[in-house]
């Protein structure tokens, strides 16, 4: 086998194993950001949160995105991106399931803000 028939073979099994989990992964993760829009349509009525309670909460998640997606990069590569890129999803998952128990705004800015830092090293991770 020469080392262009290893690379083409190399190149087709990444293509078709990852490709596709990282499509769907990628597309969960623009749901999950655009998914508060939708939410507030109901949830400020419900909860009778104010525009400034729900642009804080929205906005409060890339805090926590910002703040720990470099460190989050960093420990990746210190316990491998198997392991890493797990957490990830598991704790993302945890965190937005917790959302639907939201009810104050406090702990509506608590989750946001655990959602960007949950998420937070996805995007470079991948």
């Known amino acids: ?5 290893l690379e083409r073979s190399t190149t087709k099994k990444v293509t078709l194993r990852l490709i596709p989990f990282l499509f769907l992964c990628f597309t969960i993760s623009i749901l999950d950001r655009v998914n508060i829009g939708f939410a507030a349509l109901q949830m400020n009525q419900d909860l009778g949160f104010s ?3 729900f ?10 995105y910002f703040l ?5 990069s ?10 890493w890129i797990s ?4 704790t993302w998952a945890i965190i937005a399931i917790f959302m639907a128990f939201v009810k104050t705004p406090m702990q509506f800015y608590t ?16």
Not at 1 to 5: K, T, Y
Not at 68 to 72: Q, R
Not at 74 to 83: F, L
């Open 111 to 126: 989750a946001r803000f655990l959602l960007g830092v949950a998420e937070a090293s996805f995007y470079p991770c991948m």
């Open 1 to 5: 086998m020469d080392i262009l028939q």
């Open 87 to 90: 957490r990830i999803m598991v």
């Open 55 to 64: 642009g804080f909460g929205a906005g409060i998640f890339f805090l926590g």
């Open 51 to 53: 525009n400034a309670v």
């Open 74 to 83: 960093a420990i990746m590569t210190k316990i491998g991106p198997r392991k």
């Open 68 to 72: 720990l997606e470099v460190p989050g």
